[in-house]
């Protein structure tokens, strides 16, 4: 015969779980709750990073003259949240380029005429003299640099005369008094700081890095500042002709 269970009769319930049970169970919740918490915290540090960086880059577009600029910004460190939290971003590395319509906006601000290019990796500036009662046009190839005092230097290298032609035209071009010296460090904010220069296919690239560099819109807003004075400044505004 089989044996029959346990009667239960009403308001009886069956054994309680042990203290050790109920102890693990709120520690799995807790750890459950912090990890959300954490996982929230990630999303909005990230999410907060991402707009940083685009709206520098959009402000970098803004500032550098001419319409085929890219920009990329990226700011470092572990948390964004505890960076906007203390003033200032500890690390920010920025890259951005400028076109021959740029390129050749400042040369003509920095008081030099002729048409600036960018050609097969090279920077050339299209010219002509008269020699002779003859019009030459010649071509000079620049080569790009910065100097400690915060300025984009565009050195004569070379000079090419257009084909046909057999003067021998360093012997009427100084191209000592041919380069160009802007200010470009006016392009961003005072905190960030140019590094280097290339030319890069059809475009001019700069790199710059900051630290320090305050979340404070107005402070963001002022401009650097070249070390001497004479030059003209690279802006949206343009920039006046170098002594």
């Not at 565009?154 to 000079?159: D, E, F, N, P």
């Not at 380069?179 to 710059?208: H, K, Q, W, Y």
Request: net charge negative; aromatic share 4%.
């Amino acid at each position: 015969m089989a044996s029959r269970p346990p009667r239960q009769y009403i308001g009886q319930t069956g054994p309680k779980p042990s203290v050790g049970r109920r102890i693990a169970k709120a520690v799995v919740g807790l750890v459950i709750a912090v990890a959300m918490l954490a996982g929230a915290a990630v999303l909005i540090d990230m999410g907060l990073r991402d707009f940083a960086e685009t709206r520098a880059e959009a402000e970098i577009k803004r500032r550098v003259p001419g319409s085929a600029v890219e920009a990329d910004v990226t700011i470092h460190g572990f948390s964004m949240l505890q960076q906007v939290v203390q003033g200032e971003l500890d690390d920010v590395d920025v890259t951005f380029t400028l076109g021959e319509e740029g390129l050749d906006r400042l040369a003509d601000n920095a008081g030099f005429t002729g048409a600036v290019r960018i050609d097969g990796g090279a920077i050339a500036l299209d010219n002509e003299i008269e020699v002779l009662g003859a019009v030459i046009p010649f071509s000079v190839d620049l080569e790009p640099s910065l100097d400690d005092d915060g300025y984009l230097v565009l050195t004569a290298v070379g000079i090419t005369a257009a084909e046909d032609v057999t003067v021998d035209l360093t012997r009427f071009v100084d191209l000592a008094s041919v380069g160009v010296r802007v200010c470009s460090a006016s392009l961003l904010p005072e905190s960030i700081v140019l590094t280097g220069v290339s030319v890069d296919g059809d475009t001019v690239r700069f790199t710059a890095h900051g630290a320090g560099v305050p979340t404070d819109l107005d402070a963001l807003g002022t401009r650097g500042e070249c070390a001497s004075e004479g030059a003209g400044e690279a802006g949206e505004e343009g920039a006046e002709p170098s002594a």
